[in-house]
């Protein structure tokens, strides 16, 4: 019997898997902080760098979608009005959340006696601007839509530009 070959994954649905992984992680994160920031007595040092690493990846994420993925897909130029409409407004709540993250490094910054009440209070304003985002773009750019808006090679040639000039842009 012929051994089954690994199917190579294509770089659409790369991209899909991705935006699942990511997502997940980031909830997950959002999940984890409000566990230790549960009550005023909480490790404020752990959670402060949980804080840190959960908004420089959420940062991460967003560059990732702003300055390679969201312009490479408008670029393409085969994007109908409704996707326009779509990316447009995806970019708005990045706007949200970029806003957010900015109260929440703010907060590891400082000593406050209501600390853990204002993480929670900002990490659930994220996480209500965040689940229906990410499940926006969990349902809309599927490997088969993305397949649609941008070609093959040029959703390679992101990747290799994500690559080359991460810092650059
Ligand atoms: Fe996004
Ligand atoms: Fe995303």
Redesign the pocket.
């Known amino acids: 019997m012929a051994k089954s070959q690994p199917t190579q994954r294509t770089p659409f649905e790369h991209f899909h898997d991705g935006l699942l992984h990511v ?1 997940r992680e980031l909830q997950h994160g959002v999940a984890d902080i409000l566990t230790v920031a549960s009550h005023e007595n909480s490790n404020q040092a752990v959670a402060n760098r949980m804080i840190a690493a959960f908004c420089e990846e959420l940062e991460n ?2 560059r990732s ?2 300055v390679f993925f ?1 312009p490479a897909f408008r670029a393409a130029g085969r994007l109908r009005s409704t996707d326009i409409a779509f990316l447009d407004a ?1 970019d708005d ?2 706007l949200v ?1 970029v806003r957010l993250v900015g109260e929440l490094k703010e907060l590891t910054g400082r000593r406050s006696g209501t600390w853990a009440a204002t993480a929670r209070r900002l990490l659930t304003e994220v996480a209500e601007v ?1 689940d229906p ?2 499940a926006a ?1 969990e349902s809309v750019l599927t490997a088969e839509h993305v397949a649609e808006m941008i070609t093959q090679r040029q959703l390679a040639n992101v990747y290799r530009d994500m690559g080359q000039n991460w810092d650059r842009r």
């Open positions: 997502h994420h967003h979608e702003d969201f995806r709540e990045h959340l965040a985002h990410f773009e």
